[in-house]
């Protein structure tokens, strides 16, 4: 799993899931980002062998830190 924040590329991995399932992915900061600024969040997962639809592995947030 790819993450950008405001700029700043991150990783994270995510234990094997079954279809419908979800998980928990923890990526600590390398900066935190201006307290009470919008900063753009965006997460990529990428696609599983076999997955057949991928538009939905890409999302983008507008986050703000306190």
């Not at 590329?9 to 928990?24: F, W």
Request: glycine content about 10%; aromatic content about 4%; hydrophobic content about 30%.
């Amino acid at each position: 799993m790819n993450v950008t924040l405001g700029g700043s590329s991150l990783r994270g991995a995510l234990q094997s899931l079954t279809a419908g399932q979800s998980g928990t992915v923890k990526i600590p900061l390398t900066s935190k980002p201006s307290p009470g600024t919008n900063t753009t969040l965006q997460v990529v997962v990428n696609p599983v062998p076999g997955e057949q639809l991928t538009d939905n592995n890409t999302s983008t947030y507008t986050v703000v830190f306190q």
